[in-house]
């Protein structure tokens, strides 16, 4: 089979969904990384440390362009553009492909004039450019030639993994629970989550729960924000939560909650509608194209304080409305973002950059 060298954090649960998916439909898969892991079926190349920050990208970028010669790789394929990208574009390696995530295209250029210098030196590299949402890869098209093609791949759910709970699961209880599973930082709106809860609690008192999962940098000034607003027992702190316990997050929900500053695609929606939660989403980045307003959730402006537990209110008070849009959630999903067929179109992508490059025959 064809080798598949990956550029990317082999720590980070996205990665690993790509690379042992790649690896179980019997792609060859060496993966560069800083930061250790194990994945099954791939083999993980850990970059030595020096410092353990940032600057080991620039610190180790001739061992890692000796680690990609000495594999030989048929593709090499960077995740994240202004890292792994930036090493791969270095490299010189081709056929050479660079998924990008987020930050690294909507962030990253707006820091200075040469951040988005580099970001566009680093895309016009890349022989493919891979996208999981139509916002990013229009935000994209801003930095490269009109000329190149993108690649929208969504990043999706194993829908086998999330589904629907059983109706005794929550069936009953007396009260409805809002909750978000997110890294704990600004740019994810849990400080308005927070406020809009607040208002929420005082109309309608004892009638809810927030469950927040994840941590971050902003955990203790959130949980410090949920004292002033003296919900404290109202909201349930679970941390980081593995992976396998996740989707089970999801079930335990009435609705799922993304108020974002900022997302470029909007996973955690998908993996809550794909449970047959309702979704409250604001309207940014890539979440209009995962969430159908009025459909499987409801959609409303970022920063809105207001509108957001207005929302909250309609689904609290309106049981046959969550039911209703959770159902049409899970089956939107089916429809659009079944992982196996998101792994399937970048098959496809790999098959057509083997074609091009005259590599090697895959089936």
Not at 68 to 74: G, K, Q
Not at 208 to 236: F, Y
Not at 325 to 345: I, P
Request: proline share 6%.
């Amino acid at each position: 089979m064809p080798k598949i060298c990956l550029l990317a954090n082999a720590a980070s649960p996205h990665t690993e969904k790509w690379a042992s998916a790649l690896g179980r439909r019997g792609w060859s898969v060496d993966l560069i990384s800083f930061l250790p892991a194990e994945i099954p079926g791939v083999r993980i190349h850990l970059v030595p440390a020096v410092f353990g920050q940032k600057i080991d990208y620039i610190l180790r970028v001739r061992w890692v362009k000796e680690k990609i010669r000495e594999l030989n790789p048929d593709i090499l394929h960077a995740h994240y553009a202004t890292s792994f990208g930036f090493l791969g574009a270095i490299s010189s390696v081709h056929p050479f492909i660079i998924s990008a995530w987020g930050s690294d295209i909507f962030s990253f250029p707006k820091h200075s004039p040469f951040h988005r210098l580099l970001l566009e030196r680093v895309l016009s590299t890349a022989d493919y450019l891979c996208s999981t949402s139509h916002v990013m890869a229009k935000e994209m098209y801003s930095h490269i030639d009109m000329k190149k093609k993108i690649n929208v791949i969504p990043f999706g759910v194993d829908v086998t993994q999330f589904v629907p709970p059983e109706q005794a699961d929550t069936k009953g209880r007396k009260k409805v629970v809002f909750g978000v599973a997110k890294y704990l930082q600004p740019v994810y709106g849990l400080d308005l989550l927070l406020k809009a809860f607040a208002q929420l609690n005082h109309l309608e008192p004892e009638r809810a729960l927030l469950r927040i999962a994840g941590d971050g940098p902003e955990r203790t000034r959130l949980q410090a924000l949920a004292a002033r607003l003296e919900i404290t027992g109202q909201v349930e702190w679970l941390g980081t939560l593995p992976n396998s316990e996740i989707a089970r997050f999801y079930q335990d929900l009435d609705v799922v909650v993304v108020p974002s500053r900022q997302e470029s695609f909007g996973v955690t929606a998908v993996e809550g509608s794909a449970c047959a939660r309702p979704i409250i989403a604001s309207r940014v980045g890539g979440l209009p194209e995962v969430v159908l307003d009025g459909e499987t959730g409801i959609m409303v402006e970022p920063e809105n304080i207001g509108k957001l537990m207005e929302a909250m209110k309609r689904m609290l008070e309106h049981p046959e409305e969550r039911e209703r849009m959770g159902r049409a959630g899970r089956e939107f999903v089916l429809r659009n973002y079944d992982w196996e067929e998101n792994v399937t179109e970048m098959e496809e992508v790999y098959r057509e950059v083997l074609r091009e490059s005259g590599g090697r025959a895959v089936n």
